[in-house]
């Protein structure tokens, strides 16, 4: 079991920043990708990015390329999205999950890939 809880949300202008963070603890902790999904009301849940946790490679969604940045602190458990030029559609609630199927031989990158959730941060930019 894993437990995730995600800290750093806001609100904001356009073009500013936010740091969004994820702590994930648990158990024995066997961590294989973690990921970064974005919701807005009535909406499905979109995918931002999946990180393989031992060796940090990342795919992101081609709407947040070149603005978003996530990075993992394996020592302490924790996954980092920077998000930079921030826009009014980034507005969401942003939520972290995690997947322990090694099975798996390439990255998730939808909300059925990963197993474990948090209750999600909510981010509002405004124009």
């Known amino acids: 079991q894993v437990q995730l809880v995600e800290s750093g949300g806001g609100s904001v202008q356009a073009g500013d920043s936010l740091r969004l963070s994820c702590a994930l603890s648990?158990?024995?902790?066997?961590?294989?990708?973690v990921g970064w999904f974005r919701q807005t009301p009535g909406e499905e849940r979109d995918h931002v990015v999946s990180?393989?946790?031992?060796?940090?490679?990342?795919y992101y969604a081609e709407s947040v390329e070149g603005r978003f940045t996530a990075t993992r602190d394996i020592a302490n458990n924790i996954v980092y999205l920077q998000m930079n030029s921030l826009k009014p559609e980034d507005t969401a609630v942003y939520y972290c999950?995690?997947?322990?199927?090694?099975?798996?031989?390439?990255?998730?990158?939808?909300?059925?890939?990963?197993?474990?959730w948090g209750q999600g941060t909510q981010v509002t930019v405004s124009s």
């Open positions: 999950s995690a997947s322990d199927n090694f099975q798996r031989l390439s990255l998730p990158s939808t909300p059925q890939g990963f197993h474990y």
């Open positions: 648990g158990r024995n902790l066997r961590i294989y990708a």
């Open positions: 990180v393989r946790w031992s060796s940090g490679t990342t």
